[in-house]
DNA sequence: TTGTAGGCGTTATCAC
DNA sequence: GTGATAACGCCTACAA
């Protein structure tokens, strides 16, 4: 009882495998009749094409692989990745899906399997390290690619990115219009272990782009004091340098956090104090989420474009796919400062 | 420059395919010296083995198919797919996505192509809705199938879902033990439109072991005043709901939200009018988050294992493909209630 | 130990 | 308008 293969639908309408598929697939000449004949024959012996043959012989699978870094828990990925999904269903193409954990490692051997498994191109958020041959080998033979969320200068590849830059400074300057002088950054990345306030060798450009954006805003300034702190993405580390952020003699009046896990631990930091957001201690994050605004007081915000950057992400790569052109782009989509009660008037 | 397949690294190796296939797949009878020399080859001339080819040839895709029904902003499912997809690659499988935003249509159309694409097996989060015969034919052609987070009476499938009904019942008598008398519960279901207080005609199974088990909570007590609300998924709607349940004479003291986004609303809605969760009104939901934890006060939550429960979804029906067994199992899952503070103690 | 050859299910070219 | 046939890349039974 294996699948009905065409033969089968051949053979129970009586005609041959060509006349099958030209039945089927609607090509060449053949008589109305036939076709129907056909259809009807297939319907009945429940005949479903095998896409695997079908790919075998065109060379072509409608399927793009996605890396991704993690965490679907992060908000920006989880949306990220229904919008590639939904998208890429709609053009008639499926996901075959990887997440690395911010391992280069993963990454490498997700991209191999892809490639063996002959994706017809590949979207991925590269991870923060060193060492992405295997996106330049894949740039060298061609392979459909677009990479987002961050750029890899070494990759000549399609990227389609955020300015998150502009929305730092932003926030900045409009904490500074409130009356902030003292401020801090909380930045996690992968590429501490514990936390530290120098500044790491290695970031991706994403996190890159937020800490110009705060250096931004607060250098064009007199009389600021800016603070520092990068840790690793553990909840534990987190927690551990917001307290420290929060019980320093000189506490900061505002903290801007670099993704939604920090601030989560900030507002656990500040609740233990009993310090009140958006009064006795101002937060400002990364990326919106349904939580940032039904928390009371909401969470101002840099939001970024994710459905427009999940869009995009698909229809560049199909548009590579599907011309072979081999333009890259170097696509940056522009944030926005969405002002809620966390930034405390001090003026 | 196509790819290089097993004919070219014969050629370069100067031996036939069948010796490369073999030395490259180490089966058979074969000198070490040809191995070496044929790895040798194809790693010169940078051979990807054409995983298509193996999968028409074994008739196995080593890809599983998960279609789920929906969002990856909501926890539960988020999670659970990061664990399905971590867990099918630690056993060597890919997964291939589709969301179908609780359509049937989409999710019928989503079946055929994965079963066209002769994926290995699937794990499905049925949509609520009547008409599930294209998951039946899937049983009846022996596809390996998994069904998680509810249950399809109709269907013979190996299912996976989580105990709501006992928690609920648990969270009524915490919540009755600190001296709540008037309780409320907001559920949200694709199937009303708008919101109204008669229990709908179809609910999915996870839906409706959660309402089972409020109901034995709030019937085995005397003297208690229950109320219902069932509404849409939208956003609007649930505000409505909520605002409905807050501005009533009769407020309730304790509100339960069947998921994370009715707990939001309420949230909202609570916050607009002043009044403090955990004090002036009570919130239990269901599907733990982070953010359930950051906030303060914490809410008291109905845990459910959901990384359990992708690891046995992806090992049970990893054990049908592998075995072709057609065991039907139906595993329940059980939940804990996670007290923090969103309940009064009104005693 | 190695080579030859057939077939997995499709589609498309070439005859008739 | 339809049928026979080759080819996509791989694996493996069989032959040498």
């Not at 060298?140 to 400074?169: F, H, M, N, Q, Y």
């Amino acid at each position: 009882m294996a699948k009905p293969t065409l033969n089968d639908v051949a053979s129970a309408a009586g005609v041959s495998r060509a006349t099958a598929s030209r039945a089927l697939s609607g090509y060449g000449r053949i008589s109305p009749i036939t076709v129907s004949a056909v259809k009807a024959a297939a319907e009945k012996i429940g005949y479903q094409p095998n896409a695997i043959a079908q790919s075998m012989r065109a060379g072509k699978t409608r399927t793009i692989g996605l890396v991704i870094i993690t965490d679907f828990t992060n908000v920006f990925f989880n949306r990220a990745t229904k919008g590639i999904v939904d998208t890429a269903r709609a053009m008639g193409y499926q996901v075959l899906i990887f997440n690395t954990n911010e391992d280069v490692v993963l990454e490498r051997e997700a991209i191999i399997t892809l490639t063996q498994k002959r994706v017809d191109g590949l979207i991925v958020v590269p991870s923060t390290a060193e060492g992405h041959e295997h996106l330049i080998s894949l740039t060298k033979s061609r392979t459909p690619l677009v990479i987002i969320d961050r750029v890899l200068p070494g990759v000549k590849a399609t990227s389609i990115t955020t300015d998150d830059a502009s929305s730092c400074e932003a926030a900045v300057d409009s904490a500074v219009a409130l009356g902030h002088r003292h401020l801090a950054f909380l930045v996690a990345t992968p590429t501490v272990s514990g936390y530290q306030s120098d500044v790491p060798q290695l970031l991706n450009s994403a996190i890159e782009s937020r800490v110009k954006g705060f250096l931004a805003g607060t250098q064009k300034q007199k009389k600021i004091r800016a603070d520092w702190i990068f840790c690793d993405e553990s909840p534990e580390t987190a927690l551990e340098a917001a307290a420290k952020l929060c019980d320093s003699p000189m506490r900061p009046s505002v903290i801007f956090t670099s993704n939604n896990d920090m601030a989560q631990a900030v507002l656990k930091v500040v609740a233990e104090r009993d310090l009140i957001i958006g009064k006795d201690i101002s937060l400002v994050t990364v990326d919106d989420s349904t939580w940032l605004e039904a928390i009371y007081p909401g969470i101002t915000v840099i939001q970024r474009p994710v459905d427009e950057l999940a869009q995009l992400a698909v229809t560049k790569l199909v548009a590579q796919m599907e011309t072979s052109s081999k333009r890259v782009e170097t696509i940056l989509l522009p944030t926005k400062l969405v002002t809620r009660g966390s930034i405390a008037d001090l003026s």
